[in-house]
């Protein structure tokens, strides 16, 4: 590993600690939007990991290593949908008091990198429209998901030949 790259784990080690949910220093937890769109794959194993209670205000994405473009399915043999969209609420401390989240299967269908980008744009429209004079700032984590190599069929044309 190069410099780079250990002081981007140390950071994650850092803010992806079990308990409590990250602080977000660098903003100050209850004075700013944090939303989070594409790839979580950094634990799931129970609620504690999930980005709702990793202090995300809005998430939508997968949690493992990996899915299907379009129907969002992960896994070889298991053939799970991983997709997920949840909503947590805070109090005037910045505080999680509930999270809301449910299985995105009504985005089945829909290409996951579109799905992703959409939903950033919105979030940025929604947020300048509630914060017009900019006193709460917004942090935005888009992790998207893309082509990644060689061995990746054009997602389209994938689609095509499974669907149509």
Request: with cysteine.
């Amino acid at each position: 590993m190069n410099n780079i790259q250990l002081s981007l784990l140390s950071f994650f080690k850092l803010i992806f600690k079990p308990h409590p949910p990250p602080p977000f220093f660098f903003f100050g937890n209850d004075s700013v939007v944090k939303v989070m769109f594409g790839k979580w794959n950094i634990g799931h194993c129970n609620s504690k990991y999930l980005p709702s209670e990793r202090g995300f205000d809005h998430f939508i994405g997968y949690l493992g290593p990996g899915h299907g473009y379009y129907d969002h399915i992960s896994g070889h043999a298991e053939r799970a949908f991983d997709l997920i969209e949840s909503v947590s609420f805070t109090n005037s401390k910045g505080e999680i008091v509930s999270s809301e989240w449910h299985s995105g299967e009504q985005y089945a269908g829909t290409y996951d990198t579109l799905l992703y980008r959409d939903k950033a744009v919105s979030s940025l429209k929604k947020h300048a429209s509630a914060y017009p004079d900019n006193a709460v700032p917004l942090f935005m984590w888009s992790a998207q998901h893309g082509v990644h190599g060689e061995e990746d069929i054009e997602p389209e044309v994938l689609y095509l030949r499974l669907y149509h």
